[in-house]
């Protein structure tokens, strides 16, 4: 590549090894160990100005300590990480290098306003210095256009819903006008079209100039945009590719180490259900006044999929079913094999009538983080293993035992803390605890947010599993893909309410998105769609 | 969605101040019944004198609480040590030069507020156990300084407790320290408190220099308990090493009516003002009565029952707002 003499005359080419210039991003021979975790073992990487970068990797490969080691929350144990050849050690010298970070948690400040938390932290230069009303001016614009609805920037974030919490720190991030972007599983709260308008924002950042570094393990969108992927396995690198070797099979067989099987993949869907006695039906319910009933009856061995935009009431109605959120009106029922069909109003009811509900947002309502791996686990079962008070903590433990063991959990001891877990198997240890509580229904409410593949495909053959043995499922995902070969049936949500039902040959990744937009018809493309919608936003 | 006006934004942003307001409205019109001559040239003097300590020692808590640092257990204890600390070195000394005093209060407060935020930071003790520890040694030292309420204020600062008219020094003080703070509250420093307070994490992952911005919270709360102590000093013209305890309950208990989340991130003077005022009233209101003895208890548990009721009644005029907004959204 030419160097020096055409970059006078024209911009020096932004890609590429031979850009002008030390590489945005350089990370040599980096290793990391928390306590008795290697998380890094010797990774090796270069990333680019004007390209976006994927690091990839199953859940545990050290993919995001790399991206904190970067954004300078954490330091190496051996090795370095430069950005635009400075060494970072902390926070405020990454963001003075031009590096901005996009976390896989919804880091914001809950009690303060979408401008302060858009703005926080964010030095000014002299003479740049900007007014409160500049401020909250931008930030109402910027998350406007990245939510595609109006944001009033005088809104507190605690009262926002999740994925514009997430978009509040993306915003954040984009904000700064930075040079390197760093965006750590940033999909993980968004819906499909929310990720594709992401998409979009970091191929405007790279037309800029930035450095886009994409961790994630959502490697099948990946495919379509990145320029050169990084993969990670178990804290090392071993190997990039480029361009069109961005393949899904190739990523996979580099990530696991082992070619994929086609055999690993059996289709719930595939095992018929007999439909004659409901194990849960709701009738008529509203989960709030404004909107539309909706009915639902689940068959046992039955796998319902709930998919739709984000917040068109699918989420409030799976918690209805499961009574962990009140609904305005209408009635959901279980129905057990001799008594009386139970009504639920309350997660009482629930729990009585053995219908479980398992959340994607881990943190929040699923692990206790400061206590241990067992005692999460064993949280729910307390109750019913007492004698006259006192625990049956053997009989737990074998309960823990076995269910550990069906879902070849990946733990330590199990006195260890939960935290020390990756995602997966913390969502592993949660399942656990439902199943040990012979579930007649199990409403998982987009379990498989920052859950790797290998662990996915585990959690489908599960619930497979449960369903075989005469129990409903219910699955809400933000992932179309994951719906199609797992679900009988899938419901697609519009406007707070049951839009419409896709059944056998029906589902699949086109019919439910159209759906999901509104159209009941096959015959469309899905890139007319997402244009058609980003048109309408702007 | 529309933009909201000027008017709901106000009232949804100091909501939280709503209920001492309240309280601190209907404990005036009870004061006055009970005790008309409150609301003459010298009895609003007096009240004024007899609170200014509260007050400042009561924002000094906010601040702290702001910033993530949890209840203030030490500062009523702290506001005592100033002010023995002044009778013993500076008044038994025959120094009494103002700004040697100014001087003194605030770097008392200052420098103990510093030492707790560094143990806080550095060394990574919880807040609430490195403020009960403070409380604790300073309420010990405080004795050991003076052991019985004794000494002379100089004169200069013995007019402040005067109290005769509305405008004293002790107003001056008061209206000063407000205005000063809410010119602080815009400015970007402000802002900083607030967001390491509500999320230390995601403020040091956004860059916000998280030890410094703590450091200047607790510094301003030094300044703010030196200055009551000063106040202190003034109302009782001498020194008197037993109210440590009383303070910092009254001050906790004007922190929680006011409204100022103990977690951190919410709140603010605007509530805590008038939750020192209604502390006070209430006091006052049972002074009317002729308790005797029993005064001091049921003063205790006058705080206590009308902090639970105030709350209670907060929480469920929240319920009914925030029900109002869904079905407005609905």
């Keep these: 590549m030419d160097l020096g003499a055409s970059a006078a005359t024209t911009p020096p080419p932004a890609t590429g090894p031979g850009a002008a210039g030390p590489p945005a991003i350089e990370v040599r021979g980096m290793h990391k160990s928390f306590g008795e975790t290697r998380a890094l073992r010797g990774v ?29 929350i954490f330091g190496p144990d051996s090795g370095t990480a430069r950005i635009f050849g400075e060494e970072i050690g902390n926070p405020i010298e990454a963001s003075r290098a031009g590096v901005a970070t996009v976390f896989q948690e919804v880091l914001v400040a809950e009690t303060a306003t979408v401008a302060e938390n858009v703005f926080m932290g964010m030095r000014s230069e002299k003479g740049t210095r900007r007014s409160r009303s500049w401020k909250r001016e931008r930030a109402g614009e910027l998350m406007s256009d990245l939510v595609g609805h109006e944001i009033d920037p005088d809104e507190i974030v605690e009262d926002l819903p999740l994925a514009v919490r997430q978009w509040v720190t993306i915003a954040r991030a984009i904000a700064r006008e930075p040079r390197v972007v760093v965006f750590d599983e940033s999909t993980a709260a968004l819906d499909l079209d929310g990720a594709a308008r992401l998409y979009a924002e970091m191929q405007r950042l790279r037309d800029g100039g930035a450095c886009v570094l994409v961790v994630t393990h959502r490697i099948a969108e990946l495919t379509s945009f990145a320029d050169r992927a990084t993969v990670l396995r178990d804290g090392k690198t071993v190997g990039v590719v480029e361009g069109a070797e961005i393949t899904l099979d190739r990523l996979l067989e580099m990530m696991s180490g082992v070619a994929p ?37 689940l068959y046992p061995g039955e796998i319902i999929g709930f998919a739709g935009l984000d917040g068109q ?16 009106s209408g009635s959901v029922q279980v129905h057990g094999d001799t008594e009386e069909p139970r009504s639920i109003h309350t997660l009482e009811d629930a729990i009585g009538a053995r219908a479980l509900y398992i959340s994607g947002d881990r943190r929040r309502e699923g692990i206790f983080t400061n206590l241990s791996i067992f005692e999460n686990f064993a949280m729910p079962i307390y109750k019913d293993e007492q004698d006259f008070g006192i625990i049956r903590r053997r009989s737990i433990m074998n309960k823990f035992r076995e269910q550990s063991e069906r879902l070849s959990l990946r733990a330590g001891a199990s006195t260890n803390l939960i935290t020390s877990l990756s995602g997966g198997n913390q969502q592993k240890v949660i399942i656990g605890r439902v199943l040990a509580q012979n579930p007649r229904v199990v409403a998982l409410n987009d379990p498989a947010r920052g859950v790797d593949i290998r662990t996915k495909r585990e959690l489908y053959q599960q619930l497979d ?19 199609v070969g797992l679900c009988h049936r899938v419901a697609v949500f519009r406007d707070g309410a049951l839009f419409t039902w896709l059944e056998g040959e029906q589902i699949t990744s086109d019919r439910i998105l159209g759906a999901m937009f509104g159209h009941l018809e096959t015959d469309f493309q899905i890139e007319e769609i997402m244009e058609s919608t980003h048109a309408a936003e702007n | 969605m529309q933009q909201k006006t000027k008017f709901t934004r106000f009232t949804e942003r100091s909501g939280y101040a709503g209920s001492a307001w309240l309280l601190m409205v209907v404990l005036l019109i009870i004061a006055g019944v009970r005790a008309p001559y409150l609301f003459t040239g010298s009895g609003i003097g007096g009240f004024i004198v007899n609170t200014t300590p509260l007050i400042l020692v009561a924002m000094a808590m906010t601040v702290t609480a702001l910033v993530g640092s949890n209840v203030d257990l030490s500062a009523g ?52 156990i490195v403020t009960l520890a403070a409380f604790l040694a300073l309420s010990g030292l405080n004795l050991v300084i003076l052991s019985r309420p004794q000494g002379r204020a100089p004169n200069w600062l013995g007019a402040w407790g005067a109290g005769r008219d509305i405008f004293g020094p002790m107003t001056l003080l008061v209206i000063v320290v407000i205005v000063a703070w809410f010119l602080f509250t815009r ?47 003034g109302f009782i013209a001498s020194g008197n090493p037993t109210q440590s305890a009383t303070y910092t309950l009254a001050a906790v208990t004007a922190l929680v009516l006011g409204g100022t989340s103990l977690a951190g991130g919410a709140g603010g003077m605007l509530g805590t003002v008038p939750g020192a005022i209604a502390v006070s009233l209430i006091s006052f209101t049972l002074s009317t ?42």
């Design chain 1, 44 to 72: 090796d990487f270069t990333a680019f100005s004007g390209e976006i970068h994927a690091i990839v990797g199953e859940n545990g490969s050290g993919k995001s300590t790399m991206a904190k080691i970067i954004s300078g």
């Design chain 1, 261 to 297: 099987s086609e055999d690993a993949v059996r289709a719930p869907a595939a095992r018929a259900v007999e439909r004659s006695a409901p194990v849960l039906t709701a009738s008529a319910v509203q989960v709030q006044p404004a909107f539309a009933p909706s009915d639902l009856e």
């Design chain 1, 313 to 328: 009431g699918q989420s409030e109605f799976i918690q209805a079913l499961t009574g962990v959120a009140p609904f305005a």
């Design chain 1, 465 to 483: 599993t449960l369903a075989a043995s005469g129990a409903g499922v219910v699955y809400l995902s933000t992932e179309i893909d994951e719906l």
């Design chain 2, 77 to 128: 204890a702290l506001m005592i040590f100033v002010n023995v600390s002044l009778v013993k070195f500076l008044f038994d000394q025959s120094i009494g030069a103002p700004w040697i005093v100014v001087l003194l209060a605030i770097g008392i407060g200052v420098a103990v507020q510093v030492i707790q935020v560094v143990i806080m930071t550095v060394v990574r003790i919880e807040p609430i």
């Design chain 2, 187 to 233: 400015t970007g420093l402000f802002t900083r408190i607030k967001l390491v307070g509500a999320n230390e994490r995601t403020a040091f992952v956004s860059g916000v220099p998280v030890f410094r911005t703590r450091l200047v919270a607790h510094v301003i709360s030094g300044v703010l308990i030196g200055l009551a102590g000063l106040a202190y000093t």
């Design chain 2, 289 to 330: 009565f002729p308790l005797g003895l029993l005064a001091s208890f049921v003063t205790q548990f006058a705080y206590g029952l009308i902090l639970v009721l105030a709350l209670t009644l907060g929480v469920l005029v929240r319920g009914i707002v925030v029900r109002k907004k869904r079905s407005a959204v609905a």
